[in-house]
């Protein structure tokens, strides 16, 4: 009795180990030299000129990489464009993306991307390792997305780009003033506060979030990218079909000491200050959604509008400038069934109106 039940024991164990097998022949496999391609609907490359490097593409925008030893690395994930349009007439260009980033070394995390006619490699620096790039005198600033970037321009000389090994290029920035590592970069918002300084952009190659290391080491695992390609604020588009649920700001119920309707930029609502807000109630089936609201400032400084569901604050709306714009809160979650939506000015400081047109819940 004893050697049976210590046969039916390991019979048992065996038929357990062979089901493991399928389990893990599912995980990713990593690149670890210069690749390109496309990935659930994005447009990814690895690029290094020496060192030891790895890349895993997950799902959507996704990915983690590591590296060391190397020279020069860029990890990136985004969109590629086919060079017959501007970004005015692509639309606006918003990316939304959260990162684990750990950089030992001279690294960069950032919107990345060419253009041609003429040819410029850009950089929206949103955090980076040992040394804050690029190493020049700022032409300017922008503030946008909640911190403020400086603006420079430098130049490349017989050095890599897309259209060769020995090209001459310039090279546009912006650079934040303090680190983050997610949140939302409003992409055409710079290229048109270069444009306005006199930094030409052509037509368009790429747009990406990436991960750039520079003889140094490290690791980064990007959790979420979501590029959004439309709207009016690029360059006066009509903005993309509804996916999902659209509600008109002046369709709500007003809140507050000046909350009034407008006709211009937009058919919506002011909120002029603090507790101006709209309102309404939804009817949610589930509990995890991605809210889009569409607004501008009354002026160039920064507007903020909070979204709050069920009384709770779920995050913030920022609106960069006096062209309207889209800007996403992704995966937000909330409760089931009716749920009140409000937005709403709680951070004015009488330099500001916030204009808002519609919500749209995905």
């Known amino acids: 009795m004893k050697r049976k039940g210590i046969r039916l024991f390991l019979s048992i164990l065996i038929c357990f180990s062979l089901t493991l097998p399928a389990v893990t022949a599912q995980a ?21 000129d020496s060192g030891n490097t790895s890349m895993t593409l997950n799902s959507g925008g996704t990915f983690s990489a590591q590296w060391s030893n190397i020279n020069n690395a860029l990890f990136r994930k985004g969109k590629k464009f086919n060079e017959t349009q501007t970004h005015q007439q692509i639309g606006n260009i918003s990316v939304n993306y959260s990162a684990n980033y750990q950089p030992n070394g001279n690294s960069y995390l950032c919107v990345y991307g060419w253009t041609v006619d003429p040819l410029v490699e850009y950089y ?7 040394w804050r790039p690029p190493g020049a005198t700022p032409k300017g600033t922008i503030t946008v997305d909640g911190g ?21 290029f310039k090279q546009y920035w912006s650079v934040r003033t303090s680190k983050r590592t997610s949140g939302t970069i409003s992409v055409s918002e710079h290229f048109k506060k270069w444009e306005s300084l006199g930094m030409t952009m052509g037509k368009m190659y790429e747009t990406s979030l990436t991960v750039e290391g520079y003889q140094s080491s ?24 509804s996916t999902g649920t659209k509600v008109e700001a002046e369709s709500m119920t007003k ?18 200050a603090n507790n101006d807000s709209v309102k309404y109630t939804q009817n949610f089936s589930s509990g995890t959604h991605s809210f889009s609201l569409r607004g501008a400032s009354n002026n160039s400084n920064m507007a903020r509008v909070d979204l709050k569901i069920g009384g709770v604050t779920k995050g913030t709306f920022y609106f960069g400038g006096s062209s309207p714009a889209v800007y996403t809160l992704n995966n937000v979650s909330h409760g089931t069934g009716n749920q009140e939506i409000e937005l709403v000015v709680t951070a004015d400081n009488g330099t500001w109106d916030a204009y808002i047109d519609y919500l749209e819940i995905n």
């Open 148 to 168: 403020t970037y400086d603006i420079y321009e430098t130049i490349r000389v017989n050095q890599p780009s897309i259209k060769g090994n020995n090209t001459t």
């Open 218 to 241: 490290g690791s980064a695992t990007v959790t979420s990218n979501t590029i959004t390609i439309g709207g009016s604020s690029g360059g006066g588009t009509t903005p993309p079909p």
């Open 28 to 48: 990713a496999t990593p690149i670890t030299s210069n690749e390109t391609g496309t990935h659930d609907g994005y447009y990814y490359e690895l690029w290094k």
């Open 255 to 272: 809140g507050g000491q000046y909350t009034g309707n407008i006709s211009s930029p937009f058919n919506g609502v002011a909120l002029y």
């Open 124 to 130: 929206i620096v949103d955090s980076w390792g040992s």
